[in-house]
Nanobody, 121 residues
């Protein structure tokens, strides 16, 4: 599976962005997620959506970000509202091959190349 993330950019604090992650084949039966890597920091979990519709968010984005998927388009989205400077990072989409811990990046077998989000204060 190849994943192509897009939608990043430079915005001001309080603005919104919608990231997209297009898959080269059907991913409806898998858990999909967004992670991010801020400058000088480790990769961190942002949000995940299982094939059954269960959603998990990192506490830092809960209430501001929304993950969704369109299985007819093999695409995963991340709607980001009320962006903060600390949201600045490269955002990575991923598809989980197996396992039940959606927050564990090592359970994800396919990764997109990432899209950069920069939030200015």
């Amino acid at each position: 599976v190849q994943l192509q993330a897009s939608g990043g950019g430079l915005v001001q604090a309080g603005d919104s962005l919608r990231l997209s992650c297009a898959a080269s084949q059907r991913i409806g039966g898998y858990t999909v997620a967004w992670f991010r890597r801020a400058p000088g920091k480790e990769r961190e979990f942002v949000a995940a959506l299982t094939s059954g519709g269960r959603i998990d968010y990192a506490d830092s984005v809960k209430g501001r970000f929304t993950i969704s998927r369109d299985n007819t388009k093999n695409t995963v989205y991340l709607q980001m509202n009320s962006l903060l400077p600390e949201d600045t990072a490269v955002y990575l989409c991923a598809v989980q091959l197996s396992g039940t811990n959606a927050r564990n990046p090592f359970l994800y077998g396919y990764w997109g190349q990432g899209t950069l989000v920069t939030v200015s204060s």
